[in-house]
């Protein structure tokens, strides 16, 4: 027995069919045990039931006592079983009770379910070995081992007392019967008196064992003394499945758990006791360290020499009361309560009071605790009246801080802004603002007086009052007023500069304004002019770039006149010039009324000087593109308003050919050709247009008002054309082939042509659905919807709703014509298989020639029916799917 895993990781019980036709070929007398084992341990579950069986494989063939049992040994209901006694009804019941096996992930190889049903002795014995396996050893667990192991470790660890026996397998080590008897003797010693026993005497042994078994533990007898003794090798299954049933008889009573879980109480009480003393010591030593480190603090009483200091040992005090004390409130209370409960505990279970170490006592923590809060009584009275005798000091001494503060903070880059020599650079408007700003900020000055003198008078109380921090109040006293008083200094002379640069700067102004009055306008013309010189023109017309010829001799015209206005702006620049330079006048800034200086000026009337004759070549070059511009188009047109109505002509010939049907198919084919042999000779002159038109895209034309023709339009044409004529011949020469292979004639031919011509109402080479079936019914077919729907299906396969002159040719001839079917080629393979339903491929060799033969041999399907023999082929289907109404 093999036993492997699933992926899922469950065991897998693989049982060869070689294996047990090697085991009857090594001693039939095995087949006999199992029988006699097999049966009694299934009747020991079927009795719960109420139902036996007495021949194991008669009593299961039809499966209901087989579904009976699993439901019993594995407690859970299965399918519900077919009640007929057909030999269906029994294999499908078989089947149930083998899926439900399956289904606990056994694996049942090569044990089918008729056989079964048809009583083979061998397999039913297999699929019996194989539940047992599953339900009775499978989930025996001994130290990490399971199933065959554990149960081998079971046995060997309970008989290892006793004399005599040495259990090494499932066969000969249980001959002699000393095995069994003690097995029962561990368990149950009082119903066998194993010193009698004897090795020597197999018989009575196994006697024995086996009637005490069956009397007093509920276990049947599976065994016979003769076959184990008369047997070299006992069949090792048969020995597992009985050895198993007293594993299970045995499993509850274990006495040594019982004694087992009397010591792990006991150390369980006692490791408890232990770790509750281990505890008292570990928060007893706890607390009082705390306790230790807390009463120095307490006592301490060194006043600080800030507000902020004291109050943050009053807050560190609350904080002690409120989260540092109340847990080691709890804590002492917690410890006196666990001290409590561990004498209880110690008493009640018979052992010694628990005595702490040295110092630890309940009696030594009270007496730390009540140390603890002697110191703490007083502590916060005197920190409240330290608090109250630095308050006024500290009031006093932030009274001045907050006033030196504000003044110091309106003086910051006070001295900054009065030596500013920003007057020097700036503008007149600039100026007054900044004259405006500093009378506001002299009436500022004259307001911040009074703060000056009360900063001095708080300064001189904190000295008589002896503050810790005077020496730096004094100092920052002394920067005040040393600050104040250049202060005054700088703010008058600020003013007096302010207010000379104030009547330079108007007369500039003045002259700057006029500048900047006659600069914009000329500006904004020189710049238009620019623009206008430097535009990208795109004209289409030789009357375009006439007209903007004209446009630019004008301008050319009002250059002079520009020429005076320019000179007139520089010369107020330069009066302004003369000015700074005689004044000495810093002028950092630029004209308050324009960002246009004469630079510019000059610069941009450089540039319209430049670019009048760029654009005078520019609009000559123009003027020459645009003339040969219109002779591409012309040269284009010319050939384009031939070409394109002779391709439309010649479509419309086609056209006439492929419906006139004038002569026979031949003459058609052969006049046909001729026709494009012609039109292909025609091609140079749709490759001298296409030279015309790369002319033109080079040139980038966009259009031609000389003709209506694109050369888009005459390449589709010309497609168009030539696919056009390929494919009426193509159409031609299918008909022909269609003619010759159906045995139409001509005059049917033309009578097929002369119909679809006729319905062929849109002229299109084309029948609609419609039009086919007027078509056909005029011809005489009485068809309803689902006929009309089949034909549709054979004319037209694509589902395009469309019948061509091919399609509907088609149709007609095999409607016409005397050919094979389906059900023709299926009686003819009937008659070579001498009428049965399925053939050989001896007799396809026999009959037909060997390239055919092999042909259909590797194309049929294995018949399946319900008489099939091995090597019978299906021709049925293969003779379908030869005209294409299934896959092959």
């Known amino acids: 027995m093999e036993i492997e895993y699933d992926e899922d990781g469950h065991p897998i019980y693989m049982q060869q069919e070689d294996d047990w036709d090697r085991d009857l070929l090594l001693d039939p007398a095995w087949e006999k045990q199992q029988r006699k084992t097999f049966t009694a341990w299934c009747n020991s579950h079927l009795r719960k039931a109420g139902t036996g069986i007495d021949n194991i494989e008669e009593d299961f063939r039809d499966g209901l006592k087989l579904m009976l049992l699993l439901e019993v040994i594995s407690g859970e209901r299965l399918a519900k079983p077919e009640r007929g006694k057909m030999r269906v009804h029994k294999i499908s019941n078989v089947n149930k009770a083998l899926e439900f096996i399956a289904s606990k992930g056994v694996k049942l190889v090569s044990i089918g379910a008729e056989e079964i049903v048809d009583g083979n002795a061998k397999m039913t014995l297999g699929m019996i070995w194989t539940i047992i396996l599953r339900f009775a050893i499978q989930d025996i667990s001994v130290e990490e081992t399971s199933a065959k192991e554990g149960l081998l470790l079971w046995c060997q660890r309970k008989t290892a007392p006793y004399k005599n026996v040495n259990i090494q397998n499932f066969h000969i080590s249980w001959k002699d019967g000393l095995g069994f008897c003690a097995l029962i003797h561990r368990h149950r010693p009082e119903l066998i008196d194993y010193g009698k026993l004897r090795k020597d005497d197999p018989m009575t042994n196994l006697n024995t064992a086996f009637d005490v078994a069956e009397k007093y533990l509920d276990i049947p007898k599976m065994l016979d003394a003769e076959d184990i003794v008369g047997t070299a090798r006992p069949d090792e299954k048969a020995i597992m499945t009985y050895v198993s049933s007293f594993y299970h008889a045995f499993s509850g009573a274990q006495k040594a758990e019982t004694a087992a879980n009397r010591i792990c109480k006991v150390l369980a009480v006692n490791q408890e006791n232990e770790q509750l003393m281990e505890d008292y010591e570990k928060l007893a030593s706890d607390l009082l360290e705390w306790i230790r480190r807390t009463i120095p603090w307490l006592e301490n009483r060194v006043p600080d020499n800030t507000m902020q200091a004291m109050q943050q040992k009053l807050e560190d005090f609350r904080d002690y009361r409120r989260l540092h004390k109340p847990p080691k409130v709890q804590e002492k209370c917690q410890l006196e309560i666990n001290f409590n409960t561990l004498q209880t505990k110690l008493r009640l279970s018979n052992r010694p009071a628990f005595m702490p170490s040295e110092g630890k006592m309940v009696s030594d923590i009270s007496n730390a605790w009540g140390n603890l809060e002697g110191a703490e009584k007083g ?186 206005e320019r000179q007139a702006i520089l010369g107020i620049h330069s009066e302004i010039a003369k000015i700074v330079q005689t004044y000495h006048v810093n002028m950092a800034g630029s004209n308050p009324y324009t960002t246009i200086n004469p630079q510019e000026i000059n610069t941009k009337w450089d540039k319209v000087r430049q670019l009048v004759p760029q654009r005078d070549q520019a609009l000559i070059e123009e003027h020459a593109r645009q003339q040969n511009n219109e002779r591409l188009r012309r040269q284009f047109a010319n050939q384009a308003n031939v070409i394109g109505p002779w391709i439309q002509t010649k479509m419309e010939e086609i056209g006439r050919i492929s419906i006139e049907m004038l002569g026979t198919l031949e003459d058609q084919l052969t006049h046909l050709r001729q026709y494009e042999k012609n039109i292909i000779n025609y091609k140079p002159k749709i490759d001298q247009l296409e030279g015309d038109h790369q002319l033109i895209q080079e040139a980038l034309i966009f259009d031609n008002k000389h003709t209506n023709y694109t050369m888009e339009h005459i390449r589709v044409g010309w497609e168009q054309l030539l696919t056009t004529i390929a494919r009426t011949i193509n159409e ?157």
């Open 379 to 564: 502590y916060e009275e005197w920190l409240l009246n330290e608090i109250r005798r630095l308050e006024r000091l500290d009031h006093l001494a932030e009274k001045f801080r907050q006033k030196a503060a504000i003044h110091e903070a309106w003086t910051e880059g006070t001295e900054d802004m009065l030596q500013n020599t920003d007057y020097e650079t700036a503008t007149l408007s600039e100026i007054k603002a900044l004259l405006k700003k500093h009378e506001a900020f002299e009436s500022d000055l004259a307001a911040h007086q009074d703060r000056v003198e009360q900063i001095a008078a708080i300064a001189q109380e904190l000295n008589e009052l002896d503050y810790y921090d005077s020496p730096s109040v004094n100092a920052r006293c002394q920067r005040i007023c040393d600050q104040w008083d250049a202060l005054g200094a700088m703010t008058q002379k600020r003013s007096e500069a302010l207010q000379r640069t104030e009547k330079l700067l108007e007369t500039i102004d003045q002259l700057y304004l006029e500048f900047a009055k006659r600069a914009a306008p000329f500006n904004n013309w020189m710049e238009g002019a620019m623009e206008d010189l430097q535009d990208t023109f795109i004209v289409h017309t030789i009357e375009e770039i006439q007209g903007l010829s004209s446009a630019h001799e004008q301008f050319k015209a009002t250059l002079p006149e520009a020429d005076k």
């Open 732 to 888: 031609i020469e299918n008909q022909i082939l269609t003619r010759d292979a159906k045995g139409i004639s001509q005059e049917q031919m033309n009578e097929f042509r002369a119909s679809f011509n006729h319905f062929d109402r849109k002229r299109t080479g084309m029948m609609d659905a419609e039009d086919f079936k007027t078509c056909l019914i005029s011809i005489g077919y009485n068809m309803g919807e689902a006929e009309f729907s089949r034909i549709m299906s054979i004319v037209d396969p694509n589902r395009l709703g469309i019948v061509t002159f091919q399609a509907f040719i088609d149709f007609m001839s095999r409607e016409t014509a005397d050919t094979d079917t389906a059900d023709q080629v299926m009686a003819s393979f009937k008659v070579l298989a001498g009428d049965k339903n399925y053939i050989l491929a001896d007799e396809l060799r026999r009959e037909l020639p060997p390239d055919q033969a092999e042909y259909c041999i590797a194309r049929m399907a294995p018949y399946t029916g319900p008489d099939a023999i091995p090597g019978s082929l299906d021709y049925m289907s293969f003779s379908t799917a030869l005209y294409g109404e299934s896959d092959l």
